[in-house]
C-alpha cells in the first residue's frame, strides 16, 4: 500500500513568489491534514479536511495561505505571496476514522521549503 | 484547550541502556494518545494508539503506557537505531479529529 505522497519533497523559492504543495492522501482515507513543523513551534495543525470539505483552517496563519481538496485523492496548499517566515517543513497526514485504523493519522515524508 | 508537555527534551543513552520518556497532558476528555517516531528528514512514523488508563501496547522494545495525567514510553535495552525524535499527541474527546502534538523527545543511543 502506497503511504501519503507528497510533492514537490524541496521547494526554494524567492520571497513574492507564489508555492504550491501537493499531496494525495491514503486510497480510503476520508480525512485529511495539513501541518506545519518548525523548530521553534513543533507541529501545528494548518486546516483539515473531512469528505473534501474544509472542517477547520483556524490554523491557517492568515489570508496568504489556502488550501483546497478537489477529489477524494488530492489536496494543494498554496502560499501566495510567500515570506521568509514561511519556511517550513510542512507535512500532510491522512486517516480513516470510520476504518480499522480509526483516527491514527498518517503522515506523508513533507515538503521542505526554503523561501529566501 | 489541550496541551501535551514531553520531557525531557532530548535523552543521550548507551546501547543497552533503558529508560523512560514522559507526556504529559492536559484536555478536556481523552479520545486518544499516539506515539510517533520521527528520523531526520521523514514525516511522524505511527507506533501506538492507547485509548484508557491502564492500556499498555509493545512493539519490539517499546513500550507505551497510559495513566489518567500522562503516558510514558519504556524503551529496553536500546539500540543505535532506535535513535529518534518520539513525539505525542492527544486527540480529545470532542467530536473532531484535531490532534496536539508535544514538541518530542530527541533520543539518542551511543554504542
Known amino acids: 500500500d502506497a503511504g501519503v505522497i507528497q510533492s514537490p519533497r524541496h521547494e526554494v523559492t524567492e520571497m513574492g513568489q507564489e508555492v504550491t504543495l501537493r499531496c494525495k492522501p491514503i486510497s480510503g482515507h476520508n480525512s485529511l491534514f495539513w501541518y506545519r513543523q518548525t523548530m521553534m513551534r513543533g507541529l501545528e495543525l494548518l486546516i483539515y479536511f473531512n469528505n473534501n470539505v474544509p472542517i477547520d483552517d483556524s490554523g491557517m496563519p492568515e489570508d496568504r495561505f489556502s488550501a483546497k481538496m478537489p477529489n477524494a485523492s488530492f489536496s494543494t496548499l498554496k502560499i501566495q505571496p510567500s515570506e521568509p517566515r514561511d519556511s517550513a517543513v510542512y507535512f500532510c497526514?491522512?486517516?480513516?476514522?470510520?476504518?480499522?485504523?480509526?483516527?491514527?493519522?498518517?503522515f506523508g515524508p513533507g515538503t521542505r521549503l526554503l523561501v529566501l | 484547550e489541550d496541551q501535551v508537555t514531553q520531557s525531557p527534551e532530548a535523552l543521550r543513552l548507551q546501547e543497552g541502556e533503558s529508560s523512560s520518556l514522559n507526556c504529559s497532558y492536559t484536555v478536556s476528555g481523552l479520545r486518544g494518545l499516539f506515539w510517533y517516531r520521527q528520523d531526520p528528514g521523514k514525516g511522524p512514523e505511527f507506533l501506538f494508539t492507547?485509548?484508557?488508563a491502564g492500556e499498555e501496547k509493545e512493539k519490539e522494545r517499546l513500550k507505551a503506557t497510559l495513566t489518567k495525567k500522562e503516558s510514558f514510553l519504556h524503551i529496553t535495552a536500546p539500540k543505535p537505531e532506535d535513535s529518534a525524535t518520539y513525539l505525542c499527541a492527544v486527540l480529545n474527546s470532542g467530536g473532531y479529529q484535531k490532534v496536539t502534538f508535544g514538541t518530542g523527545t530527541k533520543l539518542q543511543v551511543i554504542p
Open positions: 497526514a491522512s486517516s480513516d476514522p470510520l476504518g480499522p485504523t480509526g483516527e491514527t493519522q498518517y
Open positions: 492507547l485509548y484508557s
